[in-house]
């Protein structure tokens, strides 16, 4: 029998190795490192001499046979939460919510346990915050309710017997990493309790039907803090970001068992917490401008179009080797376009140098994106805007020839809702009736046709 090697495992990342090492070359730390022993064989080789008589066989059963049971969502009245979590949140489940330090997680959490406080009981643990600190922030929520129940003890044992013996609908503890678990050796936030921590509380939502949501940190790279396993031990992972420059907080889910995970939800942090923004395109057709340069795309977030400006300012570079800078969208994407361009139209763009951005700091994907960034591309290099209140929606191939694109008509009626009155898309484009003049291009040599020759 081949011998089985001792290995070494860090307490703080879980990184494995077969040496024991000073300091771990994984999350940097020192002296973090324990000997593994392999376990002993407890039992004998499957089919030699295992016992099956002792064992009882299951009973399988027909999904038909199985009663049904519709549960009933929770709805915070939240909407734009309640549709990201994929219509009202799945009565037991596990949930945690994440993001950078300071974004909004507390906030926003104690803003949904105060709404689901009117009509369940919601047991709040806070770990990191003591209760007069969470008093202040929801005395500016206008979170105080008597019924929203608060405590700061942060061991988990602690946590899960209160709610073995009080049974309450929703638990919710911001956070996870500072729930410690007693007798452990590790310290709180190590990969081996944060992975402990999920999985008895994913016993405990499902044993004692209890919703728990959480609060997580990402780290530098954007993970979860500690391990990413943890995303595969709950039901569901909420993302909360923002990017962009007028700090809008986008809810987006990354994982989610009882609904999508392309949904956006949008929140804008005010003096009073955060407050919905159902519909985001009007903060960026407020920001629209009427410039060389700047075209209005369109891409599907969710159920969502968003209408975002690309803007482009080309210049004569006078390097030997022309600036890209892009951002917002793939860097391949803008230099590919710009390749087409100067190879049918014969406008030399790799003597000049390219900025592009997409308005808000928003980052996008798609090919539909394709002739909009094309048009602000070449109305740059002309220096001539494009027709006040126009949006391109329409791909890009590499014979140059301009392409339809899925979902035109949900476009369509977002563009009219905005006053947007000329439509650039694909010369074969299936379009509903639309109020909107509709501008069809063959390929990319009829796009020069709007733009004036000086
Ligand atoms: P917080 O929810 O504590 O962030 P997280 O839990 O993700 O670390 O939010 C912290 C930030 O939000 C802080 O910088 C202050 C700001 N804030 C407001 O602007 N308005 C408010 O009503 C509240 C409660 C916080
Ligand atoms: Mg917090």
Redesign the pocket.
Known sequence: MAKQKITYNCTQCDYNTLRWLGCCPECNEWDTFKEIKPATPTSTPVGKHTPTHTVPPTVMTQLSSIPDQKQQRIFSGIQEWDRVVGGGIMPSSFLILT?D????????LLQISNRLAAQHTVYYFSTEESLQQVKL?AE??GCINDKLLFSDQASLHTIIATAQKDKPDILIIDSIQNCSISGAQSLPGSVGQLRESAFQLMRLAKEQNITIIV?GHITKEGMIAGPKTLEHMVDAVFY?QGEDRWHTRMLRAVKNRFGTINELGFFE?????LQEVPNINEHFMRELSHAPGSALASIIEGSKPLMLELQTLTIQSKLAMPQRVISGVEHKQVVLIAAIIEKYLKIKLSAHDIFFKVSGGFKIKGSATDLGIALSLLSSYCQQPLPKRSISLGEISLTGQIKPINQINLFVREAEKFGIETLFVAKNQKIEKTSCKVHRLHNVYELLSLFTEE
């Open positions: 993001g330090p300071g974004i909004g997680k507390s906030t926003l922030r500016r929520l609060t909360l942090m005010q003096h009073n917490g």
